[in-house]
Nanobody
């Protein structure tokens, strides 16, 4: 059974930091590229960050570049994906989703991702 389970998000003040994690199991996720996406109320889901299967290549949306860091741990049967978010802004507030592709190449397009978590709320207060 495929499972992508995000950690609980949270409430943070603007300028603060938060780390999200996602536990992926049920497939050989160590071979798959993974990514983070987010959706704010009334807006479409958008790309945040992506990482290839080995962690050697990462991509970021311009809006988070320099503030967010994506990483992964393939060392165990359950693969863990992380998103370290620093210098958070009110506009970062959204539901954040972990996702995985069926191959190892990182991409920014939502349609490329086959597996999705249930999402976790990140709230940033100004």
């Amino acid at each position: 059974q495929v499972q992508l389970e995000e950690s609980e998000g949270g409430l943070v003040q603007a300028g603060g930091s938060l780390r999200l994690s996602c536990a992926a199991s049920g497939r050989t996720f160590s071979s798959y590229a993974m990514g983070w996406f987010r959706q704010a109320p009334g807006k479409e889901r958008e790309f945040v960050a992506a990482i290839n299967w080995s962690g050697g290549n990462t991509y970021y949306a311009d809006s988070v570049k320099g503030r967010f860091t994506i990483s992964r741990d393939n060392s165990r049967r359950t693969v863990y994906l992380y998103l370290q978010m620093n210098s958070l802004k009110p506009e970062d507030m959204a539901v954040y989703y972990c996702a995985a592709k069926r191959d190892g190449l990182a991409r920014t397009e939502i349609k490329e991702y086959a597996y999705w978590g249930q999402g976790t709320q990140v709230t940033v207060s100004s």
